[in-house]
Nanobody
Framework: QVQLVESGGGLVQAGDSLRLSCIAS????????MAWFRQAPGKERENIAS????????YYADSVKGRFTISRDNANNTLYLQMNSLKPEDTAVYYC?????????????????WGQGTQVTVSS
């Protein structure tokens, strides 16, 4: 059974930084694309960043491009999201997700495992 456990969320001020972590267990981490999503109150869940199983390709939503960085440590089965220059509109629950199938060309949100989420709140 695949398990994803996020950590690192919290309450920060605008302009601050946070690093989210997601520890994966239950299968060979390095073979699967990974992603971060977020969901703000009253809004749909948004794919903000993803990374291929090889780590060679990353995708970022326009809303976070240039401020957030996704990375992975395959030796420690951990996915990261470095968030800099945080804004109040970044306030949301952040979810880690893992592709169900190995070696896909791109992350597939319709066929993924999900973590429970970690709250990020940015005050102005």
């Amino acid at each position: 059974q695949v398990q994803l456990v996020e950590s690192g969320g919290g309450l920060v001020q605008a302009g601050d930084s946070l690093r989210l972590s997601c520890i994966a267990s239950g299968r060979t981490f390095k073979n699967y694309n990974m992603a971060w999503f977020r969901q703000a109150p009253g809004k749909e869940r948004e794919n903000i960043a993803s990374i291929t199983w090889s780590g060679n390709n990353q995708y970022y939503a326009d809303s976070v491009k240039g401020r957030f960085t996704i990375s992975r440590d395959n030796a420690n089965n951990t996915l990261y999201l470095q968030m800099n220059s945080l804004k109040p509109e970044d306030t949301a629950v952040y979810y880690c997700a893992a592709d169900r199938s190995a070696y896909r060309r791109f992350f597939s949100a319709s066929d993924a495992f999900w973590g429970q989420g970690t709250q990020v709140t940015v005050s102005s």
